[in-house]
């Protein structure tokens, strides 16, 4: 706890991104993986694996982005570093490790970037007020990358937008069809790039009981329909210890290797 509240006032980031929550997350999510590191060593494995069976298929190899970066748990960081000039690590908070982990690889540049384009604006939102257009566009210096993998960060974008909308009473359709709009706009921005493109996202999440019955189905899509992934897994995002009483959340999580190629 004290070492939580030591990053939360030492970790540099902006006003917009602390005020919503980012900080506290992103804390929170590195404390819940060292918690329950067993439960999610195979999610980060096959994770990493994708991306290195997508970097395969890379022809050039100069400039690698990886988006939402996090703590770096499933990202094979040390063969991107060897492979490419360039690593640009992108997220909306700079975690502690991600500013270590910039020190030995000096072809690492990390990119403090807000994916929806909509922070800013939401932290200052008031009831009545139009909520912000989504971006969909990666910043200029991204659109000529090599290689792009957006790394269990689709299903993440809305997450916390919404649950700040919520808490400012915004109308909930509002808020629903605002998701949808996150959730296409990181989708378009990945369509426009020109590079080999890898998209790792959990796709729904499953309540279970002890005795391994669902009893609650979320969409992470919102009802969005993706094409066939080339690979699927589950992912105990919260055992029964961590999501509390006798319940386990499991996430589906889906991986395209090669996202542009689908139609
Ligand atoms: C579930 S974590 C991804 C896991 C990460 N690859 C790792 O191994 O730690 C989601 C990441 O997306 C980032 N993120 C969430 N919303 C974002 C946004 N609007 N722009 C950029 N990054 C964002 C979070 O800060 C977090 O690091």
Known sequence: MIKELYHYWTT????????????????????RARRIAPYWKSHQEKSRK????????????????????GLLFDIPLETLTKRFSEVVIVDIVLSKHLRTVKKRYPNVIC????????????????????????????????????????VNLLSQLPLIPCEWLIKKGIDGQLI??????????????????????CLITDTEHHYLDR??????????????????????????????????????????????EKWHQID
């Not at 540099?12 to 404390?31: D, F, H, M, T, V």
């Not at 069809?177 to 706009?185: E, L």
């Open 12 to 31: 540099p980031c902006s006003p917009a991104a602390r005020k919503l929550g980012y900080l506290k997350e992103l804390i929170a999510i590195e404390a």
């Open 50 to 69: 994708v991306i290195l069976q997508a970097l395969d298929q890379c022809p050039r190899c100069d400039q690698a982005v990886i988006l939402g970066g």
């Open 111 to 150: 990119l403090e970037h807000d994916i929806t384009g909509t922070a800013e604006a939401l932290a200052d939102i008031e009831t009545g007020k139009p909520l912000p257009k989504p971006s969909n566009r990666l910043p200029e210096i991204l659109a000529k990358a090599d290689f792009v993998a957006s």
């Open 176 to 197: 629903d069809d605002w998701c949808s709009q996150i959730i296409n706009a990181h989708l378009e921005q990945l369509n426009q790039l020109t590079g080999n493109v």
């Open 211 to 256: 005795s391994g019955k669902c009893h609650k189905q979320i969409d992470m899509m919102n009802g969005l329909q993706l094409p066939a992934p080339d690979q699927q897994w589950q992912w105990s995002i919260a055992p029964c210890s961590e999501a509390g009483r006798n319940c386990e959340i499991v996430a589906a999580v889906s991986a395209w």
